[in-house]
């Protein structure tokens, strides 16, 4: 029996882009399609099967430690990043300021997604949802260059918007235009969830 549920809700992609070099910026240069292969985006500062554990996996792994790279896109939604934008005092929020891999539009509580839910293209190419993407400082310098003032907002703003991190279950091409549809997982939530939360602070 199917462990994943096709659903009716697709999302249109409305850019890509890459990191090509994180040292020089943050920011992702964008691209009218991405060529997706089991390292994530070829060209991609953050692609690769396996990554060096950061801070958001500390309590599993000391830094540095090698991981399998399920981080290897970023994708946030055009409503989220319209909420940012609004709270942050600012017209719009570009998705390449944030480094992002991926906007797209059409599914609403993107960030929220549950984890292990896919995202399908037309030709096959499959995205797993690995988790929500948890706001930081790194993309403020980026943003107060281009609103200047406004890179400190950021943070608090993207709070439960900053979208998701995903990596490449099926490689293919994705272009802007094209339509994916999720699929979640076929279980009910776990109901000893809020207790483990608790347990953990």
């Known amino acids: 029996m199917p ?3 096709p659903t009716e809700f697709t999302c249109e992609i409305t850019w890509l882009g890459r990191v090509a070099d994180r040292g020089a910026a943050l920011a992702s240069e964008p691209l009218e399609a991405v060529e997706l292969g089991w390292a994530g985006i070829e060209g991609e ?16 792994h000391p830094r540095g430690t090698e991981i399998r790279n399920v981080r290897q896109l970023s994708i ?8 940012i934008a609004a709270e942050m005092g600012i017209e719009r929020l570009a998705p390449g300021l944030l480094g992002a891999s991926m906007a797209v539009r059409g599914i609403a509580d993107f960030t929220h997604l549950p984890p292990s839910s896919r995202l399908q293209g037309e030709s096959g190419a499959t995205l797993v949802i690995d988790m929500e993407n948890r706001p930081c400082v790194l993309p403020g310098p980026g943003i107060e260059a281009e609103h200047p003032g406004k ?12 979208g998701v991190t995903a990596w490449v279950e099926r490689p293919g091409a994705l272009r802007i235009g094209d339509r994916l549809r999720l699929h979640v997982p076929d279980q009910p939530v776990w109901s000893q969830l809020q207790i483990a939360r608790r347990l953990r602070g």
């Not at 099967?49 to 996996?57: L, M, W």
Request: with cysteine.
């Open 76 to 83: 946030v939604s055009e409503e989220d990043l319209a909420l």
């Open 151 to 162: 890179g400190k907002l950021f943070k608090p703003a993207a709070e439960g918007r900053r």
């Open 45 to 60: 500062e953050h692609g690769g099967v396996t990554r060096e554990s950061c801070s958001r996996v500390k309590s599993q």
């Open 3 to 5: 462990a994943l549920k």
